[in-house]
């Protein structure tokens, strides 16, 4: 079993900004980006999110094109597309990475305390 | 009367993502870039949409931190916060007006046509 996953040409700009104009969805992509080549396990975002929140947040960043989501056995591998994304949008992912270092990583405490910089 | 405008300090990644992540916000950034340093009044953005839905895009626009608007007399003057959003998050608008080039101008079309490219 396969899920299903746009095509680099059918990756959307405004769906992409949409779908990372989210915190929790931010700090995932942050996480993998700091484990950059390494598909990780879904367990491993435990600290960001309920495990129904993530697998919608998951799902909302494997449709938009931004992550890839391979099946093996029970576990779901989560990998960042860096290459499609930058090859469909130079410099975007860089960018939004490089201001997402600044957010704090803690999801629970970012929502809960806007201003608290780190 | 002035409107409120978040301070440069206040401009939160996620919602300046989640603002942006709409094809017609895109298109008024996008247009804004293109005519830079002028602030462009509301009817100059009529092609992009009917005027009640420019209001509430740019009001968006606004409250992200993404654009000033300024009241003079009965006309509204709008401006791109570039110094303000490169500050904040360097790189990040100009990759996003990049790739915002290649979307179809015409809000409608691009709506209708999602595949076309121009």
């Known amino acids: 079993m396969t ?3 746009p095509n680099t040409d059918q990756i959307s ?3 992409v900004l949409g779908v990372l104009g989210d915190p929790t ?3 995932i992509v942050r996480y ?3 484990k950059e080549g390494v598909a990780l396990n879904c367990s ?3 600290d960001l999110g309920s495990k129904t929140n993530l697998s919608y947040h998951l799902a909302k960043l494997r449709e938009a094109g ?4 391979e099946i093996r056995g029970t576990n779901r591998l989560i990998s960042l597309r ?8 130079p410099g975007l992912l860089d960018s939004i990475i490089a201001s997402a270092i600044k957010l704090p990583i803690n999801i629970k405490e970012a929502v809960g305390v806007e201003t608290t910089a780190r």
Do not use: G, K, N, V
Not at 82 to 89: C, E, G, H, M, V
């Open 32 to 34: 993998l980006a700091s």
């Open 13 to 15: 700009l405004p769906i």
């Open 3 to 5: 899920l299903p996953h």
């Open 66 to 69: 931004i992550t890839r989501t």
């Open 82 to 89: 860096r290459a499609d994304l930058d090859s469909r949008f």
């Open 25 to 27: 969805r931010l700090a």
């Open 44 to 46: 491993q975002f435990l």
